[in-house]
């Protein structure tokens, strides 16, 4: 027979963070240089669940508790991070938008209205054009935020092509050469969305490509990530024994010069 001890509070007794399911809930935060957890569920070895905020620095090899408990009672999929303000942003399930700071490691309910969180749903943060856009599941809508004046979500019909209505818990980042938001959910196809006009676009690898990612990966959430400095993608899938994949939608060999991010 096997038993565990219950324990509550997301800590080993060493003070490290206790093993947990992140899922998308894991952001590199480059004011801090550092990899921070969100929270997680599934608690190792009880199945609970924690809201901490807990930060990875590689150059001590040690975890740091930033903040408490995160004051949602309901624990998204993915996590994004706004570069300007330095503060990390989520989706609640009671229509409402949820923001981290840095500056003051506190949390704080950011927006309201628009975008009621069904489960496949995401977030994803334009940073050149202040805006924040959700998408996703089987909405038949987009909604737009501006993130600067902290206003109400915008609903806003599908423009182009319409793959992103069906997609559940999408892959997403932004593209600084592309200048639009970039979207994965399986196979060798991207979408983007231009944040000017609305308007989704799918695009199809070149005739000469060879690799091709899982058909379907509703689990890979933030191990898909667009790297600047290389103007690629790397892709993790969730299925463990699968490759590390990189990607290239346009030739630059990297990207412009980036908004300036908190020092």
Same mark, same amino acid.
């Given at each position: 027979?096997?038993?565990?001890?219950?324990?509550?509070?997301?800590?080993?007794?060493?003070? #490290?963070?206790?093993?947990?399911?992140?899922?998308?809930?894991?952001?590199?935060?480059?004011?801090? =240089?550092?990899?921070?957890?969100?929270?997680?569920?599934?608690?190792?070895?009880?199945?609970?669940?924690?809201? %901490?905020?807990?930060? !990875?620095?590689?150059?001590?090899?040690?975890?740091?508790?930033?903040?408490?408990?995160?004051?949602?009672?309901?624990? @998204?999929?993915?996590?994004?991070?706004?570069?300007?303000?330095?503060?990390?942003?989520?989706?609640?399930?009671?229509?409402?938008?949820?923001?981290?700071? !840095?500056?003051?490691?506190?949390?704080?309910?950011?927006? *309201?209205?628009? !975008?009621?969180?069904?489960?496949?749903?995401? &977030?994803?943060?334009?940073?050149?054009?202040?805006?924040? $856009?959700?998408?996703?599941?089987?909405?038949?809508? &987009?909604?737009?935020?501006?993130?600067?004046?902290?206003?109400?979500?915008?609903?806003?019909?599908?423009?182009?092509?319409?793959?992103?209505?069906? +997609?559940?818990?999408?892959?997403?980042?932004?593209?600084?050469?592309?200048?639009?938001?970039?979207?994965?959910?399986?196979?060798? #196809?991207?979408? @983007?969305?231009?944040?000017?006009?609305?308007?989704?676009?799918? %695009?199809?690898? @070149?005739?000469?490509?060879?690799?091709?990612?899982?058909?379907? =990966?509703?689990?890979?959430?933030?191990? !898909?990530?667009?790297?600047?400095?290389?103007?690629?993608? +790397?892709?993790?899938? *969730?299925?463990?024994?699968?490759? &590390?994949? $990189?990607?290239?939608?346009?030739?630059?060999?990297?990207?412009?010069?980036?908004?300036?991010?908190?020092?």
């Amino acid at each position: 027979t096997y038993y565990c001890k219950y324990e509550p509070t997301g800590y080993y007794e060493d003070g #490290n963070p206790r093993a947990r399911n992140t899922a998308g809930r894991l952001e590199y935060i480059p004011s801090l =240089d550092k990899v921070c957890s969100f929270g997680g569920r599934s608690l190792h070895a009880t199945g609970s669940i924690t809201m %901490h905020v807990d930060c !990875f620095d590689f150059d001590t090899l040690s975890w740091e508790e930033l903040a408490a408990d995160n004051p949602m009672t309901y624990l @998204s999929q993915k996590m994004v991070y706004d570069p300007v303000k330095n503060q990390t942003l989520e989706r609640e399930q009671d229509y409402y938008i949820k923001s981290f700071d !840095f500056e003051t490691n506190s949390w704080d309910r950011y927006y *309201s209205g628009g !975008f009621y969180a069904d489960g496949g749903a995401v &977030i994803q943060v334009d940073p050149i054009r202040r805006k924040l $856009f959700g998408f996703g599941s089987t909405r038949d809508d &987009i909604v737009k935020w501006d993130l600067d004046s902290k206003s109400s979500g915008q609903s806003l019909p599908i423009l182009g092509v319409t793959d992103i209505v069906d +997609i559940d818990n999408p892959c997403s980042d932004f593209d600084y050469v592309l200048n639009k938001i970039v979207v994965w959910n399986g196979g060798a #196809n991207l979408l @983007s969305l231009d944040s000017e006009t609305g308007e989704w676009q799918r %695009h199809e690898p @070149s005739i000469t490509n060879t690799v091709a990612p899982p058909a379907s =990966d509703t689990k890979a959430m933030g191990r !898909f990530r667009y790297m600047p400095k290389y103007n690629a993608y +790397i892709l993790l899938p *969730s299925d463990v024994n699968s490759n &590390i994949l $990189f990607y290239k939608l346009t030739s630059e060999e990297t990207a412009p010069e980036l908004p300036d991010y908190p020092a």
